[in-house]
């Protein structure tokens, strides 16, 4: 599996979280790197993403609260997440994309999410819970 996603967890509205990722396949190193996630019963959403020279596009439910990286000679992504809610629980997601610019992460939902990554590009993913 190309992409390893980690640092989920359990934390109470208002708190903090980190998650990382690391990408060991170099073929889409230079392309536009995303973040998804899914909620129980709810389709895949765009989060955030982040091109090759660093401009970010965030989802408006996140933007001010969550920030994206990325560390280009490691390949790794890494997403800051702050004031978390609850409707932020899911399964959070990491995964390069296929353009070197990054699609609107707010208008990025459901089959979208499958049409904007490379096949055999998703990981496990990482669980996040925020409780009220």
């Known amino acids: 599996v190309p992409v390893v996603e980690s640092g989920g967890g359990s934390v109470q509205a208002g708190g903090s979280l980190t998650l990382s990722c690391k990408v060991s396949d170099y073929t889409y190193s230079r392309y536009c790197m995303g973040w998804f996630r899914q909620a129980p019963g709810k389709e895949r959403e765009g989060v955030a993403a982040?091109?090759?020279?660093?401009?970010?596009n965030l989802a408006a439910s996140v933007r001010g609260r969550f920030t994206i990286s990325r560390d280009k000679r490691q390949n790794t992504l890494t997403l800051q997440m702050n004031s978390l809610k609850p409707e932020d629980t899911g399964t959070y997601y990491c995964a390069p994309l296929k353009g070197h610019t990054c699609p609107t992460m707010t208008y990025v939902r459901g089959v979208d999410t499958t049409d904007v990554v490379p096949a055999g590009y998703w990981g496990q993913g990482t669980q996040v819970t925020v409780s009220s």
């Open positions: 982040i091109d090759y020279d660093g401009i970010e």
